[in-house]
């Protein structure tokens, strides 16, 4: 590391105390390159005692970092109940110390935070409120986001803009087929491969595909795309979204009267409704066949084999069951991330902090929403 | 006067910029430039929107890398020098860009702080110290300090920012149009600020400006870009010139506003 100490090839910087005749001699080069030094030095003095003259006269070089020590050291004098009799400094550095000596004002700053055990109380309480208001604003936000939906469905105005949402539908969904694809088709072999290494010590081996079948098409394979768009498409609108904020893009739109929630809300939770379950759908074929090739390599069974059982293993109604989490997983997503992206500050960090709150929302509540839908169907028998 | 004085301090040159060019494509921005700043003097250079003030500013502090020409800060050469040797170097000027470019992520006081805590091994209660003594110097109130950039009005951001880049005590200050954005009173201010501090640290400053009143008010010498070229005087040479850009510049409605009181000395 560089460090500013070791730039200077000026001389040292010293002091000398004299106490027989009350005067603090100073002399060489007091600049930034010395004052780390000159602080801890000057920190060990003992300034107490009365009168004290400052004599400056022998400096050869100051700048405001060495001009505050003089200045600091002079006030501890007075604040010790003291008096500097005297204060010479060459001409040439006056007007430094008379642009520092303005008044400074004495009032201690309060810090933002008290330490210790209150401190830490206050965090406590600081977010619980904010947890609250969250709570309680992404409510307000889903009830109007809600109504305008409903409006958009059931009164198409001309301002349903088809393009944004097809665009949407590109972004979200055709432009995630690689991704989801080969994830899936992932899980699917290892999905297959645990399977089967745990069954064959039944010799029950074909049920891996009835594990395979029903784990895929009911849980994960929308899980497993829900979170990967979530991560994928959720960030990307509040990122959007925040920055548009930033750049003052949202109140030039709320001038020109253009309805925020209309023009990039909708086509977003739209587009990204249209687009889920189809990825879902894709997710679940990729990780079948990702889970047939498995169970070909290690258990020798044949293509038509494994169709046959998975015929007998699921049916239709699995598949759905899937499926029909996938919009409300596709609404939650869009809801939170585009939610986040107006709470959007003016700063840089601002845009960051909440993109990552607006995936890990995203994905939390997908959890949990998964949870409850398990619970929700195994109360109705399905 | 400005002459003598010119004559006194050209022993001591702090920038020496020879034969610049500069450009992005095929497009020239400057053409073969050569300009000498002296140790305590304070420059202006004005120039059209798009005639590469903020660009030879730029490649001075090397950000940009020019095609081609010398440049020479205290003396060592900016494209040549790397590394630690480079760091010393950049120790010793300080910039203030347009918008202040003060880091959004933390308070007026740390924001102060991170050069001092990258380049000194002061101890905490110094570095505070210090963050109060030069927000005290720029003129803003002591709970500045822990406020956050987005919650400072434009001309405080200058400020604070100003306050930054006087941290490490440079010899060197580059400003970059400090008082656009800026309304009149507060540019006003800002013009006195540079002006006391430029006297008290004995700064040679460097001041890119589209502000005729900033520059009336504190510049010894002007450099005006015209035809990717430098032409450099005094303002009451720059009024005599024939180039029709700086005639009006110094005599459109606002340049004989301010410089209105000049005439009647």
């Known amino acids: 590391m560089t460090l500013i100490e070791s730039a200077s090839a000026e001389p040292e910087a010293w002091f000398k105390l004299d106490r027989d005749n009350r005067t603090l001699t100073v002399g060489g080069a007091w600049t930034i390159s010395e004052s780390a030094r000159l602080d801890r030095e000057l920190n060990g003095l003992d300034l107490s005692g009365g009168e004290l003259a400052i004599d400056g006269s022998k400096i050869s070089r100051l700048d405001s970092a060495g001009a505050w020590l003089l200045l600091r050291t002079r006030r501890a004098v007075e604040a010790q109940g003291g008096k500097v009799s005297r204060f010479d400094l060459p001409d040439l550095y006056q007007p430094l110390i008379d642009n520092l000596d303005q008044e400074q004002a004495a009032e201690k700053r309060k810090p933002r935070l008290p330490t210790g055990f209150r401190g830490r109380l206050y965090k406590i309480g600081r977010a619980t409120i904010h947890g609250y208001r969250q709570g309680v604003s992404i409510l307000g936000y889903l009830g109007r986001v809600t109504v305008e939906t409903g409006e958009a469905i059931v009164a198409p105005k001309h301002n349903l803009r088809v393009a944004a949402i097809f665009h949407q539908v590109e972004e979200t969904g055709i432009n995630a087929l690689p991704i989801v694809g080969l994830l899936s088709f992932l899980i699917g072999v290892v999905l297959a491969y645990q399977g089967a290494d745990q069954l064959k010590q039944f010799g029950a081996e074909i049920f891996t595909i009835n594990l395979l079948g029903v784990g895929l098409l009911r849980e994960i394979g929308g899980l497993i795309t829900a979170i990967i768009v979530a991560g994928r498409s959720g960030s990307a609108f509040t990122a959007h979204i925040g920055t548009m904020r930033v750049n003052e893009e949202i109140d030039a739109m709320q001038t020109m009267g253009l309805n925020t929630v209309d023009t990039l809300v909708l086509p977003r939770i739209i587009g990204l409704v249209i687009s889920l379950p189809l990825l879902t759908f894709f997710a679940d074929i990729m990780g079948l066949i990702g889970g047939a090739m498995m169970c070909y390599v290690s258990l020798d069974i044949t293509f038509p084999v494994f169709l046959r059982q998975l015929n007998q293993a699921v049916d239709v109604s699995t598949l759905m069951v899937g499926l029909i989490k996938a919009p409300v997983f596709a609404f939650v997503i869009a809801l939170v991330g585009c939610y986040e992206g107006f709470q959007v500050e003016r700063n840089a960090a601002s845009v960051g902090q909440l993109t990552t709150r607006s995936v890990v929302e995203a994905i939390f509540l997908v959890i949990v929403l998964d949870a409850a839908f398990s619970i929700m169907f195994s109360v109705l028998g399905i | ?265």
């Open chain 2, 1 to 265: 006067m400005a002459q003598e004085m010119t004559a006194a301090k050209k022993k001591d040159v702090i920038i020496e910029v020879r034969g610049l060019v500069n450009g992005f494509g095929s497009k020239i921005i400057h053409d073969n430039i050569d300009l000498d700043v002296y140790r305590g003097e304070v420059i202006g250079v004005v120039g059209g929107s798009g005639s590469g003030k903020s660009v030879l500013l730029r490649s001075i502090i090397s950000l940009i890398r020019p095609k081609e020409g010398v440049i020479k800060v205290f003396g060592q050469q900016t494209g040549e020098v790397e590394g630690a040797q480079m760091r010393k170097l950049e120790m010793r000027w300080g910039v203030l860009f347009q918008a202040g470019a003060l880091f959004s992520s933390q308070t007026v006081a740390e924001n102060i702080k991170v050069p001092l805590r990258e380049y000194t091994s002061m101890s905490e209660k110094l570095m505070d110290e210090i963050a109060a003594m030069k927000l005290n110097m720029v003129g803003l109130p002591p709970d500045t300090a822990d406020k956050y950039p987005s919650e400072l009005s434009g001309g405080m951001v200058k400020r604070a920012a100003l306050a930054r880049s006087l941290a490490l005590d440079p010899e060197l200050l580059f400003l970059d149009e400090p008082t656009a954005g800026l309304d009149p009173i507060s540019a006003n201010q800002f013009d006195e600020l540079i002006k006391q501090l430029q006297k008290a640290l004995g700064l040679t400053v460097f001041l890119v400006t589209h502000d005729i009143d900033t520059l009336r008010a504190v510049t010894d010498r002007i450099a005006v870009l015209v035809n990717k070229n430098l032409v450099i005087g005094t303002i009451a040479q720059l009024r005599k010139s024939d180039d029709p850009w700086i005639k009006d510049y110094f005599s459109g409605v606002r340049g004989r506003a301010a410089l209105a009181d000049m005439e009647e000395a």
